[in-house]
């Protein structure tokens, strides 16, 4: 995920489960490989019951920043 668009982000620190408008646990840590550049693990999946959480637009990503600590965006994931 590239944020150069943004101010200077600090971290894109997980993929959580949960709906719109509540806070999930993470399922899934980013790690920051560049600026504005952040990955998750080569090896990651998700497990049938997350992957049915992103069908039904249940994951989500926040996006922090130092203007925004707690979160610059939150990009809700719907699944097709």
């Known amino acids: 995920m590239n944020t ?3 101010a200077p982000v600090l971290d894109v620190d997980r993929l959580s489960v949960r709906g719109a408008g509540a806070n999930g646990p993470v ?3 980013f ?3 560049s ?3 952040f990955v998750a693990p080569e090896s990651a999946r998700l497990t049938d019951a997350q992957y049915a959480s992103y069908k039904a637009g249940n994951l989500y990503v926040n ?3 130092a203007k925004n600590p707690g979160g610059e965006i ?3 994931i719907v699944g097709r």
Do not use: E, F
Request: hydrophobic content about 45%.
């Open 74 to 76: 939150r990009a809700q």
């Open 4 to 6: 150069s668009a943004l």
């Open 27 to 29: 399922i899934l840590p």
């Open 63 to 65: 996006v922090h920043s």
């Open 35 to 37: 600026d504005n550049v």
């Open 31 to 33: 790690t920051k490989i």
